[in-house]
């Protein structure tokens, strides 16, 4: 009898985790099938709203963002108005993170909820990241923080290069720059370096490729979260 009970209680844990990991399955699905609806439902409500008879203003994108977020779940679009873009804020990544820290989707999840946000000064970025590798001690989306801290350390390095932060009524001369920017770019052949030693397949590859790159002087020409105040740019996060 006790045998039984046993066998019983270890079925139905099976069966509990299972039903987690697909009710996780299905979160993470949700949210990365409302991400790539982003742009299609922005450019919906700006012909509605700029082209039809919305009046050109926020308030009517406004009222879009309303009806997407009742048909796909409340706070699950926002309007960036600087941009007047309607972008998917990740309410289900967090739903996931929150609900089944331990799911196999949780790693990617938090991974997709660093990046979505990632923009701004250094010392609003790097502590994102590195608390990010604190969740992730380990393994592939170690890597892949690492391979994303290092490449941040890129745009630093070239954003001093070429323009610095702040741009004051004095001037600094391009070996200023050069000298404020060597650091970042020692720091990022340290970082690609290390992910090429620690880490296996594609992003080993890409780690050697970018470390090549910094070593010449040169860059992959993307930015992936730093920006300058003087700065107009789209950001493009890692895979």
């Known amino acids: 009898m006790k045998f039984l009970w046993i066998a019983f209680s270890l079925a139905f844990l099976s069966m509990t985790v299972v039903a987690a990991d697909d009710e996780a399955k299905a979160l993470f699905e949700k949210a990365?099938?409302?991400?790539?609806?982003s742009d299609?439902?922005?450019?919906?409500?700006?012909?509605?709203?700029?082209?039809?008879?919305?009046?050109?203003?926020?308030?009517c994108m406004e009222g879009f963002v309303k009806k997407?977020?009742?048909?796909?779940?409340?706070?699950?679009?926002?309007?960036?108005p600087q941009l007047n873009v309607i972008r998917y804020t990740g309410v289900h990544?967090?739903?996931l993170m929150e609900?089944?820290?331990d799911s196999s989707y949780a790693g990617e999840a938090d991974y997709h909820l660093l990046t979505k946000n990632l923009v701004g000064s250094p010392d609003e970025v790097f502590p994102k990241v590195k608390e990010f590798l604190k969740r992730h001690p380990s393994g592939e989306w170690n890597c892949k923080g690492q391979m994303l801290l290092g490449r941040l350390n890129q745009d630093?390095?070239?954003?001093?290069?070429?323009?610095?932060?702040?741009?004051?009524?004095w001037k600094?001369?391009?070996e200023d720059l050069i000298v404020k920017a060597e650091p970042y770019r020692q720091e990022g052949i340290r970082i690609f370096e290390k992910v090429s030693k620690d880490c296996k397949g594609e992003i080993k590859e890409v780690a050697q490729a970018e470390a090549k790159l910094l070593k010449a002087h040169k860059d992959d020409g993307k930015f992936y979260g730093i920006v300058n105040e003087t700065m107009v740019s789209e950001t493009k996060s890692t895979p």
């Open 93 to 95: 990544f967090k739903q």
């Open 156 to 169: 630093i390095w070239w954003i001093h290069k070429k323009w610095s932060w702040v741009l004051y009524n």
């Open 99 to 101: 609900k089944f820290p």
């Open 68 to 80: 997407y977020n009742a048909e796909h779940g409340a706070g699950s679009f926002e309007l960036l």
């Open 40 to 59: 299609s439902l922005t450019e919906k409500a700006e012909k509605a709203c700029y082209w039809g008879k919305g009046g050109g203003s926020h308030a």
């Open 32 to 37: 990365k099938q409302l991400e790539k609806l």
């Open 172 to 174: 600094m001369t391009e």
